[in-house]
């Protein structure tokens, strides 16, 4: 049900809702609840993965043995398809990318009222609990796998071979500008396309729970008894859930893209050719 406090009707609800808590100023502005979460979902990943690779057993596995087996099975099974080269750290990064980015997109099923009514009541005014609807945490994450691309394409081609790649192909060394613009409109794609896939349609998702959940806004649990709140209350329910059962696939597809272009991106800067 949608919080009384965004006493500014529907705009002020949405606005209240999309705002980060910050910290600092100009460049240097935080955003302390993206940063939270997304760390706070880190430590759960690795902590968890951690427990069953520590509590493993090589009878029969519990529960979660089990689906970390078959996670890590899975995870396998993708990189030795898309990936054709000798690394040791491609498989646990393509784990990383789609456990974690799975459980920042998976916040966005959490009620959106629920935490940042909790976090009002603690004093906090603003709090956004969906980490990969911030740009700020896509691009963090698309950065890196940015420099893992020059980093692996180096480590494949050498610096000279980097280099070379660079200025003098596609169409040799008369024509150096114009390889140098291709080169560089092509990597920085790259990243662009991992950081604005990932938000554009989390933040989409997300956009639609706040509008699903205006059916109720100013509605209080006593007020559920006239006739017109208790329809509204049920339309919402009736389309959040319908939506949220949909976005299970939503989140769980942009996890995986996210870590397959991942994949892809670092085969084709350790092709030499």
């Known amino acids: 049900m949608a919080s009384e406090s965004s006493s500014g009707g529907s705009a002020g609800y ?12 100009g460049f240097w502005t935080f ?17 968890s993965f951690y427990f ?6 090589a009878g029969v596995p519990g529960r979660w043995q089990s689906f970390v087996e078959m996670m ?5 099974t993708q990189v030795k398809d898309a990936y054709h080269g000798p690394s040791k750290l ?8 789609f456990c974690w980015v799975f459980l920042m997109n998976f916040m966005d099923l959490v009620p959106v009222d629920l935490l940042p009514r909790i976090g009002e009541l603690m004093g906090i005014k603003y709090m956004k609990v969906v980490p990969s609807t911030d740009l700020n945490i896509t691009f963090g994450l698309s950065i890196a796998v940015f420099l893992l691309i020059i980093v692996f394409s180096i480590r494949a081609k050498g610096l000279g071979g980097f280099g070379r790649e660079i200025f003098f192909k596609p169409f040799g060394k008369w024509l150096l500008p114009f390889n140098v613009t291709l080169k560089v409109v ?8 991992l950081a604005l896939r990932l938000f554009g349609n989390l933040y989409a998702g997300e956009l639609i729970f706040i ?4 059916f ?9 008894v006239t006739s017109a709140a208790a329809f509204s209350f049920l339309v919402q329910f009736v389309l959040g859930l319908a939506w949220a059962l949909f976005h299970i696939l939503v989140i769980t597809l942009q996890a995986f893209i996210f870590m397959m272009l991942t994949i892809v991106y670092l085969s084709m800067a350790s092709e030499e050719h």
């Open 52 to 57: 069953a690779a520590r509590r493993a057993t």
């Open 186 to 193: 092509e990597e920085l794609a790259k990243p662009m396309s």
């Open 14 to 25: 949405i606005e209240h809702h999309l705002t980060n808590l910050t910290a600092g100023e």
């Open 211 to 214: 509008l699903i959940a205006l």
């Open 216 to 224: 109720t806004l100013g509605n209080t649990l006593t007020s559920l």
């Open 72 to 76: 890590v099975d899975f995870v396998n």
């Open 31 to 47: 955003h302390v609840d993206s940063l939270f979460y997304s760390v706070l979902l880190g430590v759960l990943f690795a902590g």
């Open 90 to 97: 491609l498989a646990p990064l393509a784990l990383t990318i």
